[in-house]
């Protein structure tokens, strides 16, 4: 267990529709940071914050939105979906901007149909 | 953007078989993480490296950051059953702060 949660595990929804996939980081980790991992396909960066800001931000597409809070948990939202959405979305925190070590949650499966 | 290139794709070892694996990248990294990740999984960090020769070990796992800058190594001794999954590698170029992952490698082990 990595500290780490994300919610829902699963979620099966239809095109057109708008979902939110919320984390919470690891206690005392400042940064999360969003992953997309399509089927057989490598991780993706999506974008991360620290500490409730934007500090990169990777191949998001503009349909996609992040926000992390100040109880420092982060929701992702899709929205316009599409077909091609469905893959597994991670979320991995670390203990600050420059400290590299990201520990990833259990991930949630997203099917679109 | 960057692209890590991570060999082999796949291999299929015998049980008590030594691995090696590597990433490279086309510019300078400035930190390298290994990850291995069960289907269905989230990855699970296994070694960060963040200087140039570093040699890191975790278990029957050692790491190494290349001098170049531009390379990482895995290596794996003794493998067992439960090593089975993919080995993802992770870097950070010296500009941005995006972090890139490998393509990943596949192992299987055969008991």
């Known amino acids: 267990d990595s500290g780490v949660t994300q919610t829902p595990k699963h979620l099966i929804t239809a095109t057109g529709q708008r979902v939110t996939l919320r984390c919470s980081p690891r206690s005392g980790d400042l940064s999360v940071y969003w992953y997309q991992q399509s089927l057989d396909q490598g991780l993706q960066f999506l974008i991360q914050?620290?500490?409730?800001?934007?500090?990169a931000k990777g191949n998001i597409l503009e349909r996609f939105s992040a926000q992390q809070f100040p109880d420092l948990h982060s929701e992702l939202n899709l929205s316009s979906l599409e077909l091609g959405d469905s893959a597994l979305y991670f979320c991995a925190s670390s203990e600050a901007a420059t400290h590299y070590e990201q520990y990833f949650g259990p991930g949630t499966r997203l099917t679109v149909t | 953007g960057q692209q890590l290139n991570q060999s082999p794709q796949s291999m299929f070892i015998q049980e008590g078989e030594d691995v090696s694996m590597n990433c490279t990248s086309s510019?300078?990294?400035?930190?390298w993480l290994w990850y291995k990740q069960d289907p269905g999984e989230g990855p699970v960090l296994l070694i960060a490296?963040?200087?140039?020769?570093e040699l890191t070990s975790n278990g029957r796992l050692t790491a190494q950051f290349g001098i170049t800058r531009k390379d990482s190594f895995l290596n794996i001794s003794a493998s067992i059953p439960s090593d089975v999954g993919i080995y993802f590698c992770?870097?950070?170029?010296?500009?941005?702060?995006?972090?890139?992952f490998g393509t990943g490698t596949s192992l299987t082990v055969i008991p």
């Open positions: 490296l963040y200087k140039a020769g």
């Open positions: 914050y620290y500490n409730g800001e934007e500090r």
């Open positions: 992770a870097g950070l170029p010296n500009t941005g702060n995006q972090f890139y």
């Open positions: 510019s300078i990294f400035n930190t």
